[in-house]
Every structure is written in structure tokens, then in C-alpha cells.
């Protein structure tokens, strides 16, 4: 029973909407976070904690940890394990951790463009993305369709 219970839970995961490597698919972004990671970790960080703590609050703890110890990776791999539980995305604990500590610019900007292809406009924030979201009466994180029906 616990083993289709396992594989009922991992086949209703999602994939992630662009892959882990696909970091220049969105040049700016993946330039910002090469240079300075804590603005775009900031950004995410605003929004996975559905704005309890700011972009600028996030990005500075980040910067502070990656300055003293060299590893604000640690702290950007628990923001993608919250991320993938809130939008049940495929993965588990111990690949966030290997992929931030390994390729924290690939980590950061697939979870950027992860919460941007979900209809988050990245540079305003939780707030301003809630409050635009509700006046277009769209549900905040429900994925963003292209295209439509056609006749």
C-alpha cells in the first residue's frame, strides 16, 4: 500500500516549465545572476514566501551568508524545496541542494523563470503581483496558457 501511496504522490508532480539548463533562454536575467545572485534570489525569495519577507531582505541575507561563509547557496536550496512543495514541482531535497551547490545560476534563474512562466511579473514584487492579479481576477501561481482555441 505505502508504494502506490509513493507512486500516486510522484505522478501527480509537475515538471518544471523550462529545464534546469536553459539558463540563456532569458539573457538579462541570467546575467543579473551570474554577477549578483542575490537580486534575482531576492525576487524569488519575495515570492515563494508570498511577500512575509522582501526581495530586499531576502537578497541581503543572501549576500551576507555567500560574504561570511561562502555558501548562500545553502540558504537559496530550502527556498526551491519550499517552491517546488507549493507548486508541486518535480525534484527532491537532495537534488535542490546538489544543483544550488553546484550550479547556483542554473538553480536560481530556472526558479526565476519558473515563477515568471506562473504570470508573476518578477520586478514588482509579491504585492504589486497580487494586487494586479486580483483586479484581472486571475488566481496568483496558476500557470500561464499561450495560444487558445481556434476554429
Not at 526581495?55 to 555558501?71: H, I
Not at 527556498?79 to 547556483?104: I, V
Request: aromatic share 10%.
Amino acid at each position: 500500500m505505502e508504494a502506490q501511496h509513493l507512486h500516486a504522490k510522484h505522478g501527480t508532480e509537475e515538471e518544471w516549465s523550462t529545464g534546469f539548463c536553459d539558463c540563456f533562454s532569458d539573457c538579462k536575467n541570467c546575467c543579473i545572476t551570474c554577477w549578483c545572485p542575490c537580486i534575482t534570489f531576492g525576487q524569488v525569495a519575495d515570492i515563494v514566501d508570498q511577500g512575509t519577507t522582501s526581495c530586499g531582505t531576502a537578497g541581503a541575507l543572501y549576500a551576507l551568508l555567500s560574504a561570511l561563509t561562502g555558501c548562500g547557496c545553502i540558504y537559496s536550496c530550502f527556498y526551491r524545496q519550499k517552491m517546488r512543495a507549493q507548486y508541486n514541482l518535480r525534484g527532491s531535497d537532495c537534488g535542490d541542494c546538489l544543483k544550488h551547490f553546484f550550479c547556483e545560476v542554473c538553480a536560481l534563474t530556472q526558479q526565476y523563470r519558473e515563477l515568471k512562466n506562473r504570470g508573476f511579473d518578477m520586478t514588482l514584487g509579491w504585492a504589486a503581483n497580487a494586487e494586479r492579479q486580483q483586479n484581472q481576477g486571475v488566481a496568483m501561481g496558476a500557470p500561464v496558457f499561450q495560444g487558445g482555441m481556434t476554429r
